[in-house]
């Protein structure tokens, strides 16, 4: 045990991305949660601590789940993703990255009760000071059932065989995609493979144009977006594909008139930013949030507001 803890934290195994479910008798397929990819740690003289993917530790922002985790055996250590769900059940990215980058102890210790997280567990990688690294993901996670789970603690279902059914069922929740998981499959330390296996759902959400950037002939060549949340207009990064030659004109001309302070509570650090009143709202494609709850590959898909 003691040999095992000292080479803790570890790097998470990672799934390799692919375009396409599909079915085979060969893999499990689980829900891929909108959530905080974290190890729990239940070290051997009783300590719980957390590490996120790049071995940043936790634990001091999620007091909740480390009470909840405290039934792991010491030497024990679980993989997972935390949530946080929204009004609609649903988990939301933006609610979790608030959980994620509150920086002091009175305040995580105030979120915990105002907007609980939940760990979604989907692996075991050591029980008791015994390593199951090599041991088949199958086993691993029948051992993981075997844990007497508390409030906040979930372990993740898998599907047997049918991935394209399960990725439909997803999409028609609006939830990010699934992961494909060989039943073989050892825990490979700090790999990418495709052994394991991410399908993800193009996502809308609905944004407001807060500002733009413009090239070197004054054009407008991309605009700074943000979502309404809690505390105001917070900014989800910069979108250009998608709009028309048509619509940028429309959209300068409307700029020109409506020009103000800076609308967002984290303003974007980028170099030459023009600022507007947020009264433009539109749909954005995307296909994901990146650490920092930006979006990733957003395309406009249409303006919701008087544009035209």
């Known amino acids: ?14 799934p390799t991305a692919v375009q396409d479910a599909f079915d085979s008798p060969d893999f499990l397929f689980q829900v891929k949660w909108d959530g905080v990819r974290c190890l729990a740690y239940r070290y051997p003289d009783g300590a719980l601590r957390l590490f996120n993917r790049r071995l940043n530790e936790r634990t001091r922002q999620y007091p909740d789940l480390v009470a909840a985790l405290a039934f792991l055996p010491p030497g024990t250590v679980v993989d997972g993703e935390i949530i946080a769900t929204g009004a609609d059940g649903k988990p939301s990215f933006p609610l979790v990255l608030r959980r994620d980058l509150v920086k002091s102890a009175a305040k995580a ?6 907007l609980p997280a939940s760990y979604m567990a989907f692996d075991l990688l050591w029980l008791e ?20 789970l508390p ?18 069922a997803v999409g028609a929740e609006g939830l990010e995609g699934i992961v494909a998981k060989r039943r073989d499959s050892p825990y490979l330390v ?9 399908i993800k759902h193009w996502r809308e959400i609905t944004v407001w144009a807060g500002g733009y950037l ?12 943000g979502t309404t949340e809690e505390g105001g207009l917070r900014c989800v990064g910069s979108a250009a594909s998608g709009v028309t030659q048509r619509q940028w004109r429309l959209l300068q001309d409307c700029f020109n008139k409506t020009a103000g302070p800076c609308p967002f509570v984290n303003p974007p650090r980028v170099p030459g930013a023009r600022w507007i009143k947020p009264l433009i709202s ?12 930006s979006l990733r590959n957003p395309s406009v898909v249409a303006f919701t507001g008087d544009l035209e």
Request: glycine share 10%.
């Open 1 to 14: 045990m003691e040999n095992a803890a000292g080479r803790w934290p570890v790097l998470p195994m990672e």
């Open 109 to 114: 210790g105030t979120l915990a009760h105002t």
């Open 129 to 148: 000071g015994v390593s199951l690294l090599d041991a088949p993901l199958a086993k691993r996670q029948e051992r993981l059932r075997t844990l007497p």
């Open 151 to 168: 409030k906040g603690v979930q372990a993740v279902d898998s599907v047997e065989g049918s991935g394209r059914a399960l990725f439909a």
């Open 190 to 198: 700090g790999k990418k493979t495709m052994l394991w296996q991410k």
């Open 214 to 225: 413009q090239d070197e002939a004054g054009r407008i060549r991309s605009l700074l977006i």
């Open 282 to 293: 539109l749909r954005v494609r995307f296909l994901e949030y990146s650490p920092n709850g």
